[in-house]
């Protein structure tokens, strides 16, 4: 069974930087579709960024390109959430999802971001 687990979340201001991590075990990471989401309070969840299985296609929600990148290290099996730039709209917990070749969903348990003067 796949576990992932998020970490790197915290408390930033405006304009700084924040490195999110997602640890998986129990799968290759290489073999699976990463992406990560973000939910507000009162908000849906939505998806803000995505690295395909196997041609490592990166894809972002508008509101972060030029600003956040998603990455993998296959040797660490870790998934990778680079945010630079952060606007206050940024703050959400976070969480990373791994998708099988069989379309079977994985959630971690989120992180919090908070960006705050």
């Known amino acids: 069974q796949v576990q992932l687990v998020e970490s790197g979340g915290g408390l930033v201001q405006p304009g700084g930087s924040l490195r999110l991590s997602c640890a998986v075990s129990?799968?290759?990471?290489?073999?699976?579709?990463m992406s990560w989401y973000r939910q507000a309070p009162g908000k849906e969840r939505e998806s803000v960024a995505t690295i395909t299985r196997d041609s490592d296609i990166a894809t972002y929600t508008d509101s972060v390109k030029g600003r956040f990148t998603i990455s993998r290290d296959n040797t660490k099996n870790t998934l990778y959430l680079q945010m630079n730039s952060l606007k206050p709209e940024d703050a959400a917990v976070y969480y990373c999802?791994?998708?099988?070749?069989?379309?079977?969903?994985?959630w971690g348990r989120g992180t919090q971001v908070t960006v705050s003067s």
């Open positions: 999802k791994a998708l099988t070749v069989a379309s079977i969903a994985y």
């Open positions: 129990g799968f290759t990471i290489s073999r699976l579709t």
